[in-house]
């Protein structure tokens, strides 16, 4: 039985393959139209060189030789025997559909590998990738990890994310459309947002009917546009009292049966600031304890904020 207040993605797993299931990142070359020129160059203000994840991946192999590294590290610090690999870095649809269904058949290849996980952009997901998508959520356990971060236009184009909301909403309808199991990303503390806002954003994920969401903190890492305007003094983040009470403001708000994939992220090896974000699991047990104080779970106020 689940002892969270939410609804965690490790329960779901257990559900799924009677075990614990650990997640290899992949970085599979595919690049982003935010940086190649194509909507924009640099990337999100947030975004380093190396897209989200990228310290945590064994580049310079092959994906097959990517995903059995990841599995001896796994097997060696977790005794883990089930795996999926998931395409993290930058935006893994962003390539001709013969190309992504080789990069994806080459990780499932992988023995004791039981499905995939794809992370993308919503301007990245044109009809026939979208068809590919749903014949492996089809033949294998798949996700689709899709980049929301705000809903709000005014946010979109003050992080320069290189799209607005309704392409979001279009692109996550599709998906839906088609069965495949959807987990949107947020970002909370980005600048110029109110609580009300960030507040806001789960009941538009209820009202899309998504599967899985993904809650990051707003982390500066060196090297990136927002690490520059965190030197000029332009951004204030999040202190982890406010981090920790705005999540489970946003838990609550959110339905019951939506799977939290993540609840904090970590800027890893690149981190300068918010510190305390570094120690993720304090941050993961003081949210444990303000839902126990609370006496709260997730959905127990999923309606629209005003």
């Known amino acids: 039985m689940n002892a969270k207040r939410y609804n965690p993605f490790s329960e779901e ?41 990228s310290f945590g991946i064994a580049r310079g192999m092959s994906i097959a030789e990517q995903v ?13 025997h089930k795996f999926i690999a998931y395409f993290q870095p930058y935006s893994n649809t962003y390539a001709p559909t ?24 919503p301007d990245c997901l044109p009809a026939e990738t979208i068809t590919l998508l749903e014949e492996y959520h089809r033949k ?25 909301s309704a392409v979001f909403m279009a692109a996550a309808r599709a998906v839906k459309a088609m069965g495949i199991r959807l987990c949107v ?28 969401v993904k809650i990051h903190l707003l982390h500066v890492n060196r090297g990136t546009p927002l690490a520059e305007m965190y030197a000029r003094g332009e951004i204030q983040l999040l ?10 403001d946003f838990l609550e708000r959110l339905h019951p049966d939506i799977i939290i994939h993540r609840l904090t992220g970590d ?3 690149d981190l300068l600031a918010p510190l305390w974000s570094a120690a993720k699991f304090e941050v993961l047990n003081a949210l444990d ?12 106020r999923s309606q629209p904020v005003a």
């Open 13 to 53: 797993l257990k559900k799924q393959f009677g075990c614990r299931v650990h997640r290899i990142s992949v970085d599979a070359g595919f690049s982003c139209p935010n940086r190649d020129g194509t909507v924009g160059v640099g990337g999100c203000i947030f975004c380093s060189d190396q897209g989200s994840g």
């Open 68 to 80: 059995e590294h990841g599995k001896e590290v796994m097997t060696r610090k977790y005794k883990a």
């Open 98 to 121: 013969a190309q992504l269904r080789a990069a994806y058949d080459e990780a499932l290849a992988v023995p004791e590998v039981v499905g995939l996980i794809v992370g993308t952009r």
């Open 140 to 164: 294998t356990y798949f996700w689709l990890e899709l980049g929301l971060q705000s809903p709000h236009d005014r946010t979109l184009a003050r992080i320069r994310r290189g799209h607005d």
């Open 185 to 212: 990303h947020v970002i909370l503390g980005l600048p110029g947002e109110s609580r009300e806002e960030m507040l806001a954003t789960a009941a538009i994920l209820n009202d899309l009917g998504v599967d899985g």
């Open 239 to 248: 202190e982890r009292v406010e981090y920790v009470g705005l999540v489970c």
């Open 267 to 269: 800027g890893g090896r």
């Open 289 to 300: 304890d303000e839902m126990e104080r609370r006496g709260s779970r997730q959905g127990g």
